[in-house]
């Protein structure tokens, strides 16, 4: 067989088949995949300082010659210390290589390298331990530095990026006509490639980065839209639009909001046309969602189809299935819980009158959407807090009927140039307001020192009868000085809480202990719950008044507001106190924020001004294919022109199927691997 750049790796010169192996553990399979094993940063050995200048325990670059090897020395049993004496000109360091007696017979004396290593020793006699080095005559001075393997290293990479690149180079593909690579100021793919493993300068570093960031964005958008474009298939379920639903909305015990209204009526109306739904439920925490599902769960029955919604944790089946249940039940609609907890015989029992179509909405985690449950007629596929799922978790759930409507929600409310990439494949509809009469959650940042105050404000809510979440980062401790769960349950039995009924709840617990503790805190049987953000999502405890969050510094600002949302569902007036010891300008900006504003949609604003759309992409955010580059190299700037771009591309080509764009299709398509087929 001989070497492509989509064939196997161990094909690739150099490779073969053991180290092909570690690659593979890297998740890279071909010279293609191997190219696109971005350096998570450089070393820049033109960085080199004088021996002198060299600081003890920094990492330092240097220039040395190796004056002299010593004899190895072994210490006990299996490990090895070489020592060699080097010199920049100037002052004299000893070089100190543990145990990689290889490494050691590569120093020749005599000659000279760049090293790069801590320095250790005071001003009489310096060390560099176990320096990465490569010969004073090399070319290129800014070194990639890459994820690696056991037993796969950097010069190995190193090594066979070149020649995966020379095959590249060989028959050479770029996915933008000229004209858009001028028009987006943007360098060829091949330049860039080279030039993101092996810079000539920061700036070309800067360049390829760019161009590569930008080609992701561009192909996730594109992919999207292709999605999109796939899934306007004729539906088996195209409902009645006489359909009335009066009698749903007269039996609730409030009335929808404008935005509930218009939603209802955006879903609705696509339920009744022949082609699949797919449309994303935006919606802060609290502004009522679920009423809306249950709205076009009930609109679904009554048209004689099953529902299904899908949910990302047990606790929020049950949540949503005892409040599913509340609303439709009445009108004598059957819903079950399916979740992986329930015992073999009764998920076979369930199953099948799932199959008989006796069950109108199945409500529960991705049990739901495994192979052994089968529909009779599904025809309308809702995900909560869609964020937690993949793009292709999704996908199976669509599969599981013919071609079902589909209904995302999301309580993480994004800017429009977010959603418009990350939601590409669906229509939007928001609900941008809260139920009437819905106090705002007062929030107030303050550091440790106070702490014991807070507590006092703690017990008085709960002296008054309320209850309250104490949030911390960790389950257990840690070197990292973060608060755990665990210890913390354990301090607070003794002093703050004391006396009251506290319980905890993390996500290392088995799930059925989660739900027992999930009902004890909703029976208000327990008042305080010491809980990691376990409870993030989707819970719903209207007498939970209070949330006091630890290390505020290490949440997000969008997950502190939905974590924020667990409170002030009720008619209490209910109150978040964030803690923390960060007194850098970003965290008191941060802070100020939660402390001003109860708005997910301006929340999630100023999150992506502060931190950049990279926390926004991580895959288990929101489902999306795993990003390479564009998750660290993004900016706004770059996702404009990126959106740009794919409008002005899918404009004159919406499925791309001219031949001028085969490269980018191919491209994209493979960016979404399995997701999009054909
Ligand atoms: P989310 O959008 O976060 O999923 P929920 O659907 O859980 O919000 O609703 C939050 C609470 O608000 C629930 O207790 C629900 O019964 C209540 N609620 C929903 N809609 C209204 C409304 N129009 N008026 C008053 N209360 C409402
Ligand atoms: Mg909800």
């Not at 002296?463 to 257990?476: D, T």
């Not at 039995?493 to 319980?503: E, I, N, P, S, V």
């Amino acid at each position: 067989m001989s070497v492509t750049l989509f064939g196997e790796i161990e094909y690739l010169k150099g490779v073969g088949k053991a180290r092909g192996e570690k690659y593979r553990r890297l998740d890279i399979k071909s010279p293609y995949e191997l190219i696109y094993h971005i350096p998570r940063s450089y070393m820049d050995f033109r960085a080199h300082i004088p021996i002198a200048q060299a600081k003890p325990d920094e990492y330092c670059f240097l220039k040395l010659t190796v004056t002299r090897k010593l004899q190895p020395q072994k210490i006990r049993s299996g490990l090895v210390i070489c020592k060699a004496v080097a010199t920049d000109g100037i002052d004299d360091i000893i070089i100190t290589v543990f145990n990689n007696v290889y490494a050691f017979h590569a120093l020749s004396e005599g000659a000279g390298y760049y090293m790069y290593g801590k320095v250790t020793g005071g001003f009489m006699r310096k060390e560099i331990n176990s320096p990465v080095y490569i010969k004073d005559d090399e070319k290129v001075l800014i070194q990639p530095v890459y994820r690696l393997t056991q037993g796969l290293t950097a010069a190995m990479v190193r090594t066979n990026m070149q020649q995966a690149l020379q095959l590249m180079k060989s028959q050479p593909f770029e996915t933008l006509s000229e004209n858009i690579m001028q028009k987006y100021e943007l360098k060829p793919l091949m330049w860039s490639l080279e030039n993101i493993h092996f810079p000539e300068s920061d700036e070309a570093a800067q360049l390829a980065r760019e161009r590569l960031a930008f080609d992701e964005l561009l192909k996730l958008q594109l992919g999207m839209s292709l999605m999109k474009t796939r899934a306007r298939c004729s539906t088996a379920y195209k409902m009645d639009d006489k359909t009335d639903i009066t009698e749903f909305l007269s039996g609730l015990p409030f009335e929808l909001t404008e935005g509930q209204s218009r939603a209802t009526g955006e879903i609705l109306s696509d339920l009744c046309r022949n082609i699949p739904m797919n449309r994303l439920l935006q919606g802060d925490v609290g502004s009522g969602k679920t009423v809306v599902a249950a709205a076009a769960c009930y609109f679904a029955a009554k048209n004689g189809l099953q529902s299904a919604l899908m949910t990302p944790t047990e606790i929020l089946a049950m949540q949503h299935y005892k409040t599913l249940s509340g609303f439709l039940e009445p009108f004598g609609l059957k819903i079950c819980l399916l979740t992986g907890s329930v015992t073999a015989k009764n998920k076979r029992i369930i199953r099948e009158r799932i199959l008989s179509g006796e069950i109108d909405v199945v409500v529960g985690t991705h049990a739901i959407i495994q192979k052994d449950v089968e529909y009779k007629k599904l025809a309308l596929v809702i995900t909560d807090e869609q964020h937690r799922f993949g793009v292709n978790q999704r996908a199976a759930l669509a599969e599981k009927g013919d071609s079902p409507h589909r209904l995302v929600m999301s309580a993480t409310p994004i800017p429009r140039t977010l959603a418009l990439i990350i939601y590409g494949d669906l229509d939007i509809s928001a609900i941008t307001q809260l139920p009437k009469g819905r106090k705002p959650v007062k929030t107030y940042a303050v550091t440790g020192k106070l702490r014991h105050r807070a507590f006092n404000f703690v017990r008085d809510r709960i002296n008054e009868g309320r209850q309250a979440y104490v949030v911390c980062p960790m389950i257990e401790d840690s070197e990292s000085d973060l608060f755990a769960v665990k210890s913390y349950a354990e301090n607070a039995q003794k002093q703050d809480l004391k006396g009251y009924t506290t319980a905890l709840l993390h996500g290392r617990m088995k799930s059925a202990e989660k739900e027992e503790v999930m009902k004890k805190f909703r029976d208000g049987e327990i008042q305080a719950l010491i809980c990691t953000t376990v409870v993030e999502v989707g819970v719903d405890v209207p007498n939970a008044a209070v949330m006091v969050i630890e290390n505020a510094e290490r949440f997000g600002l969008s997950q502190l507001h939905q974590l924020r949302g667990r409170i002030g569902r009720g008619e209490f007036e209910s109150t978040c106190i964030l803690i923390t010891d960060n007194t850098t300008d970003e965290c008191i900006k941060r802070m100020k924020i939660m402390s001003s504003t109860a708005d997910g949609f301006k929340i999630s604003e100023e999150d992506l001004k502060l931190r950049g759309p990279g926390d926004f992409f991580g895959s288990a955010q929101h489902g999306l294919p795993p990003l390479k580059i564009a998750d660290i190299a993004c900016n706004t700037e770059l996702m404009k022109k990126a959106q740009m771009c794919a409008a002005e591309i899918l404009r004159d080509d919406p499925e791309l199927k001219n031949p001028e764009n085969h490269s980018l299709r191919v491209d994209t398509l493979r960016l979404f691997d399995k997701e999009i087929t054909g």
